[in-house]
């Protein structure tokens, strides 16, 4: 088995399964984990991924309209990021059509048979009857997407609702934008931490650098990157760049 390089800082990195190719996007998953990538976000491709920039809105569009990966090529490229890396920390993330168009409830069979605790859906509200189906499985748990301007309420809900890991949003932004931090973040992780304190936060959207990481690694728990990866890998310096983030370049958190 490969051995599998453990991050002192966590870092959860954004693929697109299927993009440039099916087999090159798991040879891609396999060096974030040699890389010390902690946990793979792992994105079933849909055409129209309204959350996401040009970087990643292209990747899914080459996967779905001239590779024309479907459910379950994906499926079958999860087993095999599995099967390999057994104890690899996996995500799911996709659209709520993919997910309708196979089954939910097919779907969350496969997850489970998977090994999957976590699915990201960006436009499946957390807490509405749809989402009854996924969280019914104590195993798995949806992950809720939020912004900074979150209200006071809402937040008090979802911190009640059994959720284990909260992705944020670095800014009022699309992905691969430029990178910011919102004031008021400080005071959502706060809560958070406070209500859930075993809950991981994970903070996202425009992360490129590693001084930037370094940012997140001081508010948050985990950083989460895409686009800046995609663009190393279309660059043919994805494992430079993997290296680049690790803590010997942007100091200890």
């Given amino acids: ?18 993009y440039p190719t ?8 396999e060096k974030y984990v040699e890389g010390g990538v902690e946990i793979l976000e792992l994105q079933i ?9 040009p970087v990643i809105t292209a990747a899914c569009r080459e996967a779905v309209e001239h590779q024309r990966v479907s459910m379950n090529d994906c ?26 168009a196979f089954g939910i409830q ?5 997850m489970t048979n998977l090994g999957i605790r976590h699915l990201i859906i960006p436009d499946l509200p957390v807490d509405e009857t749809p989402a009854a189906v996924i969280t019914r499985h104590a195993n798995i748990k949806l992950v809720p997407v939020l912004a900074a301007n979150v209200t006071d ?17 670095s800014d009022f932004k699309i992905t691969g934008s430029t990178f910011s931090l919102h004031p008021r973040l400080q005071q959502v992780i706060g809560r958070i931490k406070q209500t859930v304190p075993e809950a991981r936060v994970g ?4 992360i490129s650098t590693p001084e930037q990481v370094q940012t997140v690694h001081a508010a948050a728990d985990v950083a989460i990157i895409g686009s800046a990866l995609i663009r190393a890998q279309e660059a043919g310096g994805l494992e430079t760049y993997l290296s680049s983030l ?8």
């Fill in 22 to 29: 099916l087999e090159e996007s798991i040879r891609t998953a």
């Fill in 75 to 100: 499926l079958e490229a999860l087993n095999t990021i599995r099967q390999r890396f057994p104890e690899q920390e996996i995500m799911v993330m996709s659209y709520v059509n993919r997910v309708y």
């Fill in 106 to 110: 097919r779907f969350v069979e496969a």
């Fill in 153 to 169: 309420a809402r937040l008090d809900k979802l911190l009640n609702a059994g959720f284990d890991f909260f992705y944020l949003m």
């Fill in 246 to 253: 690790t803590p010997a370049s942007v100091g200890s958190a």
């Fill in 203 to 206: 903070i996202g959207f425009g």
């Fill in 1 to 18: 088995m490969t051995q599998v390089k453990q991050p002192a800082l966590a870092l959860m990195g954004h693929l697109v399964l299927g």
């Fill in 45 to 53: 491709p849909f055409s129209h991924p309204t959350a996401d920039g």
